[in-house]
């Protein structure tokens, strides 16, 4: 009797365990069917080609819309944190700038509309201070004055390398025009991409041109080229940076050995393009995206599974600049080595106050197929 009173309770167990690996099993391949059915509809919905009759825009390409994997590639030993984890996702195809916009570019925007930069305007210390920590002290009226951030080499090896304050200085009178301070200029630079740009300069400029900033999706999409699994957008082969971008070769930040042909900034288009026909999408400047900065927005899109066209997170976060409104930049800049940052890799990111205007900061512009046609409807 006792044998049986067990066997009764085994047979009871083993019941309710079948029953819950059933019950699972099947809510699984629920779930796995609906993320099939899901990924399914968004290929189908998906923007691959030029739509007929739509030109290609001068100094643009065509970005053919497609399926890649947003974030840190796996054999990557360069990976920061906060490029993780990856997650997939699925763009529509959209026109992509082939260039930074130039200096000579800005320039006829601002003799269009006679705009006035950021880093050229008086400083309302009322408005500052509602973006600084509260009690930040008011600094002296000779150092509140309009400029910009300006990179300074270093006359000796930095131990330190988490300080920027040994490399950057505030240079009163630097801006887009003057991008060394007073008495320097743009003259004989036309080429040159345009920098000491903040986030409302770019954007400024993108409403008059009729286009907008890149996501941070669609921006590390097209630089990816079509081999989408890669650290470089020219493979893996770090041996091949010096002959296909401009970043900082040597010791940073006190010598720079000019393999790459440059020791600051070089004109766009100066080293080979990607397989897509964009140039410069690794090292010369940073780029502006229209994605807030949000150090969980990785986990919350790896969570929500395959997303069409991410616009990134609805507000900033960033613990360590907690009063900071900060958008994400892309690509690296001339500044860019592999002991501090390394950040010529695609899936490389950093995050930057909308209201920052620097010396290795620039942007480029999109063009999608929703623009156009909302463009012709307003016609």
Sequence with gaps: MIGNKHQKKYNVGLLLITTIVIITSCKQKQKSKQVEETSTKIHKQIVKDIPKGVPTPEGMVWIPGGKFTQGAVANDTMIMMHENPAHPVVVD??????????????????????????????IVWEEMKKQLPLNTPKPHDSILQPGSLVFKKAKESVPNLYDYSQWWQWKIGANWKQPLGPGSSIAGKNNYPVIHIAYEDAVAYCNWAGRRLPTEAEWEYASRGKDKNTIFFWGNDVENLRTRANTWEGEFPSKNTKADGYENKAPVGSYPPNSYGLYDMAGNVWEWTRDWYNVDYYDQLKQQGLILNPEGA?????????????????????????????????????????????????????LSIDMINNSKDTE
């Design 314 to 366: 609805t507000e900033p976060y960033n613990p360590n600049n907690p009063a900071m409104w900060e958008k994400v930049i892309k690509g690296g800049s001339f500044l860019c080595n592999d002991s501090y940052c390394a950040s010529y890799r695609s899936s490389a990111r950093m995050a930057t106050s909308i209201d920052s205007s620097l010396e290795h900061l620039g942007f480029r512009t999109v």
């Design 93 to 122: 195809g959209f026109f992509m700038d082939t260039t930074e916009v130039t200096n000579a570019q800005y320039q006829k925007f601002i003799d269009a509309t006679n705009y006035v930069t950021v880093a050229e305007r008086e």
